[in-house]
């Protein structure tokens, strides 16, 4: 294990199932507005998924998302991108479904999108469908996490993808100055890392080292793709016993190997990477000025939303406000 990873305790499986589901329905009261119709229900799975229901008697639509607490964080060192590489992944077949992009397919064909991100520590999927379809779709996407099929010639041909991908993201400018943010914080911590993958990390450097990339993700996807690390919110027009009778039986066979949730010590950021300045060309016309301030994760603080209030002050444009000061210049 990368020894800037250390893992924390994750919820355990529950010992009785049945138990475990009626004590989740109770302990979560979620508060909404009087005119909000629509009603919530947290269940936890006997596999430890949890997972927040929403029924919507006005909708005609249905949806799911499964956040996965994995991301590129987790790359092993020499396989930068592997995390993004497996989202890529999961959407090609599986066992029950061995046709090639048979989900997508499905989900086109009945009024839907899907897509997926990974991003530093989660990586997340989900789609939309006409909400008589749910039943059928959610049975499709919930193999991507039971019994995906990663043949090798699919796995080759979705390096092509990612790599094609990274190609695309060169001529980013938003994406280009990302990348060059990484690579001036600390190369100690995993934000440094390179996340999208290519051609190189993916294929070549791996056989290098005398490493084959299909065994290093299904290995990664068999030790790291636990249910405990899984959340699941599952939006649809019938009622919650319904949705829920639903999640039970397509999600619960999800397995829960038990991994801890992981933590990245230290900070990306150290004194030698602040007080820098740096100026890049970009690729289109124009001028841009950047100004960051690394600070703690604002998913900490959620529900008070310093940034948000903070973002409010210096984006301001009445008088007196930095914008009003600019534009008088």
Known sequence: MDSRLREVDAPAEPANGAAALATAKAEVEVTKPRNDRRGYRRVVLPNALECLLISDPDTDKAAASMNVSVGYFCDPDGMEGLAHFL?????????????????????????GST????TSEHTNFYFDVNNDSLDDALDRFAQFFIKPLMSPDATLREIKAVDSENQKNL??????MSQL??????????????STGNWDTLEV???????DTRAELI??????????LMQLVVYGKESLDNIQTLVESKFCDIK???????????HPCSSKDLQILVKAVPIKQGHTLRILWPITPNVRHYKEGPCKYVSHLI?????GSLFYILKKL
Request: proline share 5%; net charge neutral; hydrophobic share 25%.
């Open 87 to 111: 989202e890529h992944m999961l959407f090609y077949a599986s066992e029950k479904y061995p046709i090639e992009d048979s989900y997508s397919k499905y989900i086109a064909e009945h009024g």
């Open 115 to 118: 897509n997926a991100f990974t």
């Open 171 to 176: 001529l980013s400018d938003p994406w280009r």
């Open 181 to 194: 943010q990484k690579h001036l914080c600390s190369n100690n911590h995993p934000y440094h890392k390179f």
């Open 205 to 211: 450097k791996p056989k290098e080292k005398g490493l």
């Open 219 to 228: 290995n990664f996807y068999d030790s790291h793709y636990s249910a405990n």
């Open 256 to 266: 829960n190997v038990g991994r801890k949730h992981f933590s990245f010590a230290g």
């Open 315 to 319: 984006g301001h444009e009445g008088e």
